[in-house]
């Protein structure tokens, strides 16, 4: 059974660092596309980053140049670094897995506030 | 900038038929658009329906069907459940690593 769990949220203040990570069980991280999705809070979804499994990384405009999208082989891992965080990044974070250009495997999501 | 569009609510009656819709603000959804839909219930994380168009994932029941009807985007939920209420989104992929999200449809059954 493929499952993603994510961890790495918590309470940053505006113009903050902070890294996710998703962890991938029954996938490999490296043979698959994955992806970031985020939700604020009252609000849709929102395509953030993906991660090829060849390698090739791209980023939704409202986060490029401040996000960084990567992962780890030895440990399954998908992370997402982020920085100079902003009160609108806000948001609960999920990663997914991609499948025919669709996410088809979701995590559970965790919650980033930034907050002073 | 891309915009993807979905009607903002809809409703249907226990046991009919709902199509949603997920359109482009400007030009017409294909297949190479890719699109994919997600049904999302308040506090949870999102479940995939369906991807590629037509594509169902593992375990949606075939009440479940995805579409291009004209220019946009459908999926179709034939015999409605009242735990069918719920939002839906759909994604398109346009292109050169990027993807859009509709901003949902809060389906009602009643």
């Known amino acids: 059974e493929v499952q993603l769990v994510e961890s790495g949220g918590g309470l940053i203040q505006p113009g903050g660092s902070l890294r996710l990570s998703c962890a991938a069980s029954?996938?490999?991280?490296?043979?698959?596309?994955m992806s970031w999705v985020r939700q604020a809070p009252g609000k849709g979804l929102e395509w953030v980053s993906v991660?090829?499994?060849?390698?090739?990384?791209y980023y939704a405009d409202s986060v490029k140049g401040r996000f960084t999208i990567s992962r780890d082989t030895s440990k399954n891992t998908l992370y997402l670094q982020m920085s100079s965080l902003r009160a609108e990044d806000t948001a609960v974070y999920y990663c997914a897995r991609l499948r025919g250009f669709g996410m088809d495997v979701w995590g559970q999501g965790t919650t980033v506030t930034v907050s002073s | 900038q891309t915009v993807v569009t979905q009607e903002p609510s809809f409703s249907v009656s226990p046991g009919g038929t709902v199509t949603l819709t997920c359109g482009l603000s400007s030009g017409s959804v294909s297949t190479t658009y890719y699109p994919s839909w997600y049904q999302q219930t308040p506090g949870q994380a999102p479940r995939t329906l369906i991807y590629s168009t037509n594509t169902r994932s593992s375990g949606v029941p075939d009440r479940f069907s995805g579409s291009i009807l004209g220019n946009k985007a459908a999926l179709t939920i034939t015999g409605a459940q009242a735990d069918d209420e719920s939002d839906y989104y759909c994604?398109?992929?346009?292109?050169?690593?990027?993807?859009?999200f509709g901003g949902g449809t809060k389906l009602t059954v009643l």
């Open positions: 029954g996938v490999t991280v490296t043979s698959n596309e």
């Open positions: 991660l090829y499994s060849g390698g090739g990384t």
């Open positions: 994604v398109l992929y346009v292109g050169s690593g990027i993807w859009v």
